[in-house]
């Protein structure tokens, strides 16, 4: 019998299936008229950004990556700063206070929601004021898998102890809390348009929200080389991060579509909780909360085999994050060692993300959580 037909993790051919005509449409344009830089597509797809989010401005940058860094670099953090970032996140949370000369704190994370911990948050800053080596400046939280950090923890901590709280949301575009967009829950947000985020170009793209003019200026500033009122007028030494036109053109299209997008997204992970309930441990739906569902991602014991035995199945799974940043050897050295962040540790050693976009066909679905079950083989949910 042939293994039976393979199923992509994240399929972009189907969405550009139904985006064709659109996004042709849109590159052609910006063929035609030829302002790759900076071009009208660029303001257009930021006035769209603040009517997604309620934003008070959206500046495009050249990554997620780019964005976060933006957002140190306009607080003027750097040498002697602290900087707070969970340890179970992407690289880029983390790497990009190192970039500006900063050290990041790690912090743990909430074994419930899987995003940081506002009590290990508090204990943290409380220990680097204790030390007094270095200054707490910023927080950077993240929306893990698309779903919303406990911002009003968070920013009554930040109030309190005058800290800058940065939302790296490069997986919740799309998301909200009590009402509240992703893009307007923190002081500044940062997002990716990586291809394989909830909203995604064709390339590399970021977007910084804020609903402060000043800080808005400061960062088209810094994406423009710290240009001030004219072109060679430079004021600051900045950065070449600006968002690509034909990528602002590609988004656009894109954003016809978004929200239908996060709605079946919404579905297929309601799916799979009414499948897996009892057999593995569910993502948290806090309440209040609207995740944007990048990944729809389980804990479940045995994660190798159980990962061996869908794979013969064809089907694609991924762990993210199968190490915590304060064990990788890039930043270990910030860290306090193993044993140091148990939930992180943990959550590193039992995360599972199954196949999610929003052209996942229900009968795929229920393949893939019937495929898993059996992968479980009786295995019980993690205590
Ligand atoms: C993808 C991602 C980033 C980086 O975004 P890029 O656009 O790839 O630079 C940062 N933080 C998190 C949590 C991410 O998932």
Sequence with gaps: MSPPRPIPFIDLKAQYGRLRDAIDRRIRAVLDHGQFILGPEVAEFERALC?????????????????????????????????????????????????????????????????VDPADLEQRIAAVEREGRLRPRAVIAVDLYGLPAPYEALRGLAATLGLALIADAAQSLGGSLDGVPVGRLASVTA??????KPLGCYG???????????RAELFRSIRAHGQGKAKYDIVRAGRNARLDTLQAAILMAKLEVFADEIAARERIARQYDRHLAGHVVLPARPQGARCAWAQYTVLVEGRDEVCAELKAQNI???????RPLHLQPAFA?????????????RLSSQVLSLPMHPYLEADTCDRIASALISALGGRSPVP
């Design 204 to 214: 590399d793209g970021g977007a910084l929200f804020t609903d402060d003019a000043r």
């Design 51 to 115: 009517a997604l989010t309620g934003a008070g401005h959206a500046v495009g940058v050249s990554s997620g990556t780019d964005a976060l860094e933006i957002a140190l670099m306009a607080e003027e953090i750097g040498p002697g700063d602290a900087v707070f970032v969970p340890s179970f996140t992407f690289p880029a949370t983390a790497e990009v206070v190192v970039g500006v000369g900063a050290e990041p704190v790690f912090v743990d994370s909430d074994i419930e929601t899987w995003n």
């Design 191 to 196: 997002t990716s348009f990586f291809p394989a």
């Design 316 to 322: 694609p799974t991924m762990v993210y994050y199968p």
């Design 333 to 345: 050295r910030y860290g306090t060692g193993p044993g140091s962040l148990p939930a992180s540790e």
